[in-house]
């Protein structure tokens, strides 16, 4: 028996290191938090002859309810330190079959997993909660958080290798999908729509259109209502590109008296001598907002301006300064217009952060940079599908303003397609697809 640590940021890059290195038929035998990530101890050619059989059993089954009905009680446990904590844990496995005194492996035959809701727990006493040592408490909720990862990974593999068997045809569009780069939620709402259709290519074309559809973007544009207009989001995602080329957009199609432009970047290097020098341009005024003075205030001589654009910095999601920038937006007496600026040459995890980091302050929809940079479109549209963001625009290159475009659903789904990965999707990503799908709310596959 060959027996291996892992080390990783989390659970799963250290389960697909597994799976890398030692093949599917590894065993997991134990985990631990480290300084940095986590510790997975993974064996091959495990001894499973002692163990409970693969058919499912009475004894098996019994014991399956008396594990599961200890995390529940665990999870009660937790929600009694605030409804904060508990609201964080206490989906964690409603409705999950959880494996006890048994190694997970990395893959393994299994039929379709059951889920059977876990009896009520009774309630702890309320005092009980209190004597609980806090890096106790921290510890259960890592174990609970590194359990669950592994449960998704695993039942990740498992669906995905039964679905292969029993719906091919099925099978064959979920990889489609994952070549454009949609999430594994989205995939499974599409393919709900067209359980009727039997036809390939017919299935395909209903999956694109019911893909369009739930594309939202304005019915007018945000130029043509005017108002106050914010660029947000991270640093790198093109928000002073595209403030420029809707100044340009705006000052060729109405002139330049009824334009303002706005900027709250005092942190990087040439911010404002670069929109100065874009004011100087376009003849229209700029305006300079210093951390800590009032945005209501600075805004006030602009009123009569049909359209103002605001410039915002790009700041970590620690950094206090972004907390009173955003709080300065969402103020009463702005009624700001804040687009979330979203590169779409980044990452499925930055766009995540992005999203989550900007979003107190209001985002009325996003704009989509880059496009002509990128090499898939599907992760970007599965956020804005997900947390309903209206596309408002869209680039795809440097020019001012000619690269700016108005969002049309049915060309930016024919864009997507048409940029989508060329090579099949390994079957660790088809797993990792299935594995998102268990970690959304409605953990239902096909």
Not at 202 to 215: C, N
Request: net charge neutral; glycine share 6%; charged share 20%.
């Amino acid at each position: 028996m060959q027996v291996k640590r892992f080390f990783a940021a989390d659970m799963r890059q250290a389960m697909k290191l597994v799976r890398d290195e030692l093949g599917a038929d590894a065993a997991i035998i134990g985990n631990r938090r480290i300084a940095g990530g986590v510790e997975l101890t993974a064996a091959l050619d495990y001894k499973l002859s002692a163990l409970a059989p693969r058919v499912p059993n009475m004894e098996l089954e019994d014991e399956l309810r008396k594990t599961q009905s200890r995390i529940v009680t665990a999870q009660a446990e937790l929600s009694l330190r605030g409804e904060a904590d508990g609201n964080t844990n206490r989906q964690l496995f409603a409705g999950l079959p959880l494996t006890a005194g048994l190694p997970l492996t990395a893959a393994e035959p299994l039929s379709e997993p059951t889920y059977a809701a876990p009896a009520r727990p009774a309630p702890a006493p309320a005092q009980s909660s209190a004597g609980i040592d806090p890096r106790a408490l921290d510890s259960m909720r890592f174990e609970l958080n590194s359990l669950r990862e592994l449960m998704e990974v695993q039942l990740g593999t498992l669906a995905w290798n039964q679905l292969q068997g029993s719906r091919p045809a099925q099978a064959n569009l979920y990889r489609r999908l994952q070549r454009i780069g949609l999430s594994g939620p989205l995939s499974r709402d599409l393919l709900a729509m067209i359980t009727d259709i039997e036809e390939p290519r017919q299935a395909w074309r209903m999956l694109l259109a019911h893909l369009a559809r739930m594309i939202a973007v304005p019915e007018v544009e945000p130029l043509e209502e005017g108002g106050v207009i914010a660029m947000v989001g991270p640093a790198g995602m093109g928000k002073t590109t595209t403030l420029a080329k809707l100044a340009a957009r705006y000052v060729l199609k109405y002139g330049a008296q009824n334009v303002a432009l706005v900027s709250m970047d005092s942190f990087r290097i040439g911010a404002q001598e670069q929109l100065k020098t874009l004011g100087r341009i376009l003849n229209v005024p700029v305006t300079h907002v210093d951390p800590g003075q009032s945005l209501v205030q600075a805004l006030d001589p602009l009123l009569r301006k049909r359209v103002v654009l605001i410039d915002t910095a790009g700041l970590q999601a620690s950094d206090p300064a972004l907390r009173m920038q955003l709080e300065s937006l969402a103020g009463r007496g702005i009624r700001s217009k804040n687009y979330l600026v979203l590169a779409t040459t980044s990452q499925k995890q930055v766009l995540t952060a992005a999203y989550h980091s900007y979003k107190r302050c209001g985002l009325a929809g996003c704009i989509l940079t880059k496009l002509d940079e990128t090499a898939s479109l599907g992760e970007v549209l599965s956020l804005a599908i997900s947390h309903e963001l209206p596309v408002a625009y869209l680039t795809d290159g440097p020019r001012i303003p000619d690269d700016l475009h108005l969002p049309r659903r049915h060309q930016l789904v024919s864009r997507a397609v048409s940029v989508q990965m060329q090579e099949e999707p390994s079957e660790e990503a088809m797993a990792d697809m299935f594995a998102d799908i268990y970690h959304s709310p409605t953990k239902q596959v096909g």
